[in-house]
């Protein structure tokens, strides 16, 4: 079974602090993607990786930064978190097969509250 | 612009009572369709994916089919541990990125 875990389940931070999120997966996997999920707008692509040390923005990177050091670790950054920031964050991974259409495996999340 | 809709929002019903849940989508040609189970405070669960038009797909109670417009997840005789939020996401032929529905929240009652 693919495995995605994340380091904190649920995480409360104070505005302008720096946070770290991490995620693992045992499978593998190329691609490794953040998403933030807010009620009644589904999930949004903050960034995404296909290699070591690669990266792509999403449809909103703004105030997020991304490191892939190593094939099965893919964290997020909030350089200066803000109360808009305030979401589930959600990992995932997929295996790459060129032209073909993979699924994504999700971690269970990360609830962080900024106050 | 590329595009996922599913209705309804939400969507209560008798254990028994079999239903619909719909994705409608407007994508620049249609490389995937993936439907995903997700539980509260959870990620969400991976359960089928569907290439072209009159493709149907089953699991359990489950089962998923394909027009050239839209998915349908229907769900046969529902239990109580049917209910979740079922997530529709979307690849088009431009890239790899998922478009992703808002979801529909099904709620079974004994």
């Not at chain 1, 999920?37 to 991304?66: A, C, H, N, T, W």
């Not at chain 2, 359960?47 to 089953?58: P, W």
Request: proline share 4%.
């Amino acid at each position: 079974d693919v495995k995605v875990t994340q380091s904190s389940r649920y995480l409360v931070k104070r505005t302008g602090e720096k946070v770290f999120l991490e995620c693992v997966q045992d499978m593998d996997h190329e691609n490794m993607f953040w998403y933030r999920q807010d009620p009644g707008l589904g999930l949004r692509l903050i960034y995404f990786s296909y290699d070591v040390k690669m990266k792509e923005k999403g449809d909103i990177p703004e105030g997020y930064s991304v490191s892939r050091e190593k094939k099965e670790r893919f964290s997020l950054i909030l350089e200066s978190a803000s109360t808009n920031q305030t979401s589930m964050y959600l990992c995932a991974s997929s295996s790459y097969t060129r032209g073909a259409t993979v699924e994504q495996y999700f971690g269970p999340g990360t609830r962080l509250t900024v106050t | 612009e590329d595009q996922v809709t599913q209705s309804p929002e939400a969507l209560r019903l008798q254990e028994g009572e079999s239903s619909s849940l719909n994705c409608s989508y407007t994508v620049s040609g249609l490389r995937g369709l993936f439907w995903y189970r997700q539980d509260p405070g959870k990620g969400p669960e991976f359960l089928f994916t569907l290439y072209s038009a009159g493709e149907e797909k089953e699991k359990e109670r489950l089962k998923a089919t394909l027009t050239k417009k839209e998915s349908f997840l229907h769900i046969t005789a529902p239990k109580p541990e049917d209910s979740a939020t079922y997530l529709c996401a979307v690849q088009a032929n431009s890239n790899y990125q998922l478009i992703w529905g808002a979801g529909t929240k099904l709620i079974i009652k004994p």
